[in-house]
Nanobody, 123 residues
Framework: QVQLVESGGGLVQPGGSLRLTCVGS????????LGWFRQVPGKEREFVAG???????AFAPFVKGRFTISRGNSRNTIYLQMNALEPEDSAVYYC?????????????????WGQGTQVTVSS
């Protein structure tokens, strides 16, 4: 059974930082693209950042250079370092995986999704 498990969410003040971690299991992610989406209640999920299997990156325009995405030494682990967080970044953040980078970027539907981790930016 394929699983993506996110961690690292929490409450942070505006201007603060968080690092989200996603660990995949149940298959090899060596040749997969991985990424992050987020969702606010009442709104659709939106693409945040993606990393292809050959290390190309993509970011949503609202990121504005504040976030970085990277893989761990284990190719089934991915990180999202978020800096200069704003209240508008509050959402549930989901890890995704797919063999197509386009799907991880939101151009199609990614095959695998985690359960999400809550990020709240508030003073």
């Amino acid at each position: 059974q394929v699983q993506l498990v996110e961690s690292g969410g929490g409450l942070v003040q505006p201007g603060g930082s968080l690092r989200l971690t996603c660990v995949g299991s149940g298959r090899t992610f060596e040749r997969d693209s991985l990424g992050w989406f987020r969702q606010v209640p009442g709104k659709e999920r939106e693409f945040v950042a993606g990393l292809s299997w050959h290390d190309m990156t993509a970011f949503a325009p609202f990121v504005k250079g504040r976030f970085t995405i990277s893989r761990g030494n284990s190719r089934n682990t991915i990180y999202l370092q978020m800096n200069a967080l704003e209240p508008e970044d509050s959402a549930v953040y989901y890890c995704v995986a797919d063999h197509l980078f386009a799907n991880v970027r939101g151009e199609g539907t990614a095959a695998y999704w985690g359960q999400g981790t809550q990020v709240t930016v508030s003073s």
